[in-house]
């Protein structure tokens, strides 16, 4: 939580996108050998990605912010290198003026997000080949089969609420893969069962349906294993006007109505919470500490109403007024 505070106060008060950067299946033997360098490769490269073509008048013609976060598993702990992107719908020029995208509900057209993805990695990974990795067997014939395939960039339409994306992304920073709750294991049997989200049986419109998978204890251990980062990696990164060096030189330029507030309640309640040892409200059906509370404003006229309905010549039996 402390985490996506930190993040929503660096946000602007201006809609994000949501994109999805993910590596070719082709490269994960590739990755497994060199996490530290290819994990940041896919990360230097979307952000690349995305300032060339904001940079172009034709799209933007100002500089973004973009916060990326990176996993490396599925819902179901497969070994899926991917970058989730949040991408600011537009940029500040140098003079401090903001520029919308010229297209209503993306910042550049999906097929040359694609393409511009794919050259940049494949351009900055040829420059690692001399003795700076590992390399593997049939190096030369992945990178060409991977050459020309279309590489996968999801985006999402800009949407001002993205509180959403900041607790999903934030559910990760601090731990591997999984949630306990989504982990058992069962003593009895002696095997591991994880419950996971199936997107491939996803309807339209619909949440994922819940499936299950069965390891022994030693296949569930190397799953988890395979997700942890090398020391000290940066699995969360800020660039163009939302790195820390940018924003510090151009904050003066930013309007005072495109930043948000930076006093975050929800750090306040949690110091509170630990210093008084009170336990957040749960709902009592579901327990979730996840609620809204909503005024509802007395009604004067339902007395009124009540009884200018058809059929009602005084209030029902047992009312007191």
């Given at each position: 939580m402390q985490w996506q505070d930190r993040v929503s106060s660096r946000m602007l008060e201006v809609p994000y996108v949501h994109t999805t950067f993910t590596l070719p299946h082709e490269l994960n033997g590739l990755a497994r050998r060199n996490p530290q360098e290819i994990y940041s490769l896919l990360m230097r490269s979307a952000w690349?990605?995305?300032?060339?073509?904001?940079?172009?008048?034709t799209n933007v013609g100002a500089l973004p912010g973009m916060i990326g976060v990176l996993h490396t598993f599925g819902s179901d702990l497969k070994y899926h290198i991917h970058m989730h992107a949040l991408i600011t719908f537009g940029g500040l020029t140098k003079n401090g003026e903001w520029v919308w995208p010229k297209r209503k509900k993306k910042l550049a057209p999906f097929r040359a997000m694609c393409a511009m993805f794919r050259k940049e990695f494949?351009?900055?990974?040829?420059?690692?080949?001399?003795?700076?990795?590992?390399?593997?067997?049939?190096?030369?014939?992945?990178?060409?089969?991977?050459?020309?395939?279309?590489?996968v960039v999801h985006s999402?339409?800009?949407?001002?609420?993205?509180?959403?994306?900041?607790?999903?992304?934030?559910?990760?920073?601090?731990?591997?893969?999984?949630?306990?709750?989504?982990?058992?294991?069962?003593?009895?049997?002696?095997?591991v069962q994880i419950t996971y989200n199936n997107y491939r049986d996803q309807q339209v419109g619909q949440p994922a349906p819940k499936a299950e998978k069965i390891w022994s204890p030693l296949v569930a251990i190397d799953r988890m294993l395979q997700h942890v980062l090398p020391p000290y990696f940066q699995k969360a990164r800020y660039y163009g006007i939302h790195s820390p060096a940018t924003y510090k030189a151009i904050k003066d330029l930013i309007p005072v109505y495109l930043k948000r507030n930076k006093n975050t309640i929800r750090t306040l309640f949690?110091?509170?919470?630990?210093?008084?040892?009170?336990?957040?409200?749960?709902?009592?059906?579901?327990?979730?500490?996840?609620?809204?509370?909503?005024?509802?404003?007395?009604?004067?006229?339902?007395?009124?109403?009540?009884?200018n309905l058809p059929g009602n010549k005084a209030p029902p039996n047992g009312t007191i007024i």
């Open positions: 690349s990605t995305i300032r060339k073509l904001a940079q172009d008048e494949l351009n900055k990974l040829s420059k690692l080949e001399k003795g700076s990795i590992v390399q593997i067997q049939r190096f030369g014939e992945t990178i060409k089969e991977v050459a020309h395939k279309r590489w999402t339409y800009p949407t001002a609420d993205t509180s959403l994306v900041e607790n999903y992304l934030s559910r990760y920073i601090n731990r591997v893969a999984i949630s306990n709750n989504r982990f058992k294991y069962l003593a009895d049997q002696q095997i949690q110091i509170l919470h630990y210093l008084l040892q009170i336990k957040p409200y749960q709902c009592d059906v579901c327990q979730s500490p996840s609620y809204m509370i909503i005024d509802l404003a007395p009604d004067k006229t339902w007395i009124t109403n009540l009884l």
